[in-house]
């Protein structure tokens, strides 16, 4: 069992930076893969990007690429999203995600709890 805290969301004026936090429960989190979804008030949750266990592989969602970069740090068993140039349309709960790599989120099999993230214009 593998327990996500998100950290890091808060409100932030288009063009600005935010980096989320995803800090796993165990060393165990890295033997998996990771992944970030967010899901906009009115719409269906969506895939933002993800990392393999070995940190190489990366997938990052066409709307992101670019501005968001997805990377793992081992020593702290964490998981960052940092976001860059955001917009009002990055508004959205984020959610940290274990066990799956790809774009379905019912691939992965565990998940936080969510940090809100709002950007105004």
């Known amino acids: 069992q593998v327990q996500l805290a998100e950290s890091g969301g808060g409100s932030v004026q288009a063009g600005g930076s935010l980096r989320l936090s995803c800090a796993a429960s165990?060393?165990?989190?890295?033997?998996?893969?990771m992944g970030w979804f967010r899901r906009a008030p009115g719409k269906e949750r969506e895939f933002v990007a993800c990392?393999?266990?070995?940190?190489?592989?990366?997938m990052h969602a066409d709307s992101t690429k670019g501005r968001f970069t997805i990377s793992r740090d081992y020593a702290r068993n964490t998981v960052y999203l940092q976001m860059n140039s955001l917009k009002p349309d990055d508004t959205a709960v984020y959610y940290c995600a274990a066990g799956g790599y790809g774009v379905q989120s019912s691939d992965y099999d565990y998940w936080g709890q969510g940090t809100q993230v709002t950007v105004s214009s």
């Open positions: 990392i393999s266990v070995s940190g190489q592989l990366t």
């Open positions: 165990t060393r165990t989190s890295r033997k998996y893969d």
